[in-house]
């Protein structure tokens, strides 16, 4: 089956800076999710990307899919407290999560 | 949107005891559901993905007469835990999709199961 990785594991970042987390695949997606895990609490889905290239935006988020469908990152802008927590990706083919990327953010 | 209940959220048991979990699509006809077990501070491990009306497909090392899953409706899933021992304490975890590979998971809150 496909392995999904991700990286960073952690990352800690002062309230005002930027965050990127990255998901890299052994093998090429038919399209791959993003969802948040606070702490204590469920995933939540965020967005799902399907085509080559494609980026798509949610307020300060950003998130790309690359062109060969095997990689994707997640990009924060001006993160803030709110944004804390676990984003993981996961290929929509068999759902199986990257090890997912702890943020948390200095006030 | 789409709601997913989880049943029970917390459950605290003897060795050896059986435990049933329920995954319950609200508002919308699940084909597919996943279970998943997680670690503190660690990743979403997935257990076995099932469909509605047939068995379920486990993953390598995840062993079915351990964890019995059955999913006999569009809206239930359950996961039992067969004679449970502390190694099995974790938080488990479903998510249910609708028929398509581009409908997003809808997770339930998770059941932390510790057993003694």
């Known amino acids: 089956g496909q392995q999904v990785m991700q990286i960073p594991q952690y990352q800690h970042v002062q309230e005002g800076e930027d965050f990127t987390t990255y998901c890299n695949s052994s093998?090429?997606?038919?399209?791959i999710q993003w969802y948040k895990q606070r702490p204590g609490g469920h995933p939540v889905f965020l967005i799902q990307l399907v085509k080559s290239g494609e980026v798509k935006k949610q307020k300060r988020l950003t998130f790309q899919f690359g062109e060969a469908k095997k990689n994707s990152s997640l990009h924060i802008t001006a993160t803030q407290t709110t944004d804390v927590g676990t984003y993981f990706c996961a290929g929509a083919n068999d759902m199986r999560f990257g090890a997912g990327t702890r943020l948390t953010v200095k006030p | 949107g789409a709601v997913v209940s989880q049943h029970p959220s917390w459950v605290i048991c003897k060795s050896g005891t059986s435990v049933k979990i329920e995954c319950r699509s609200l508002d919308f006809q699940a084909t597919t559901m996943f279970w998943y077990r997680q670690f503190p501070k660690q990743s979403l491990m997935l257990m076995a993905t099932?469909?509605?009306?047939?068995?379920?497909?486990?993953e390598q090392g995840v062993e079915k007469d351990k964890f019995l899953i059955n999913h006999a409706s569009l809206t239930l899933s359950t996961l039992t835990v067969t004679s449970a021992h502390p190694e099995d304490s974790s938080f488990y975890i479903c998510s249910a999709r609708g028929d398509t590979l581009n409908q997003p998971q809808h997770f339930g809150d998770g059941t932390r199961l510790s057993i003694l």
């Open positions: 093998t090429t997606l038919s399209n």
């Open positions: 099932s469909n509605e009306g047939s068995k379920a497909t486990y």
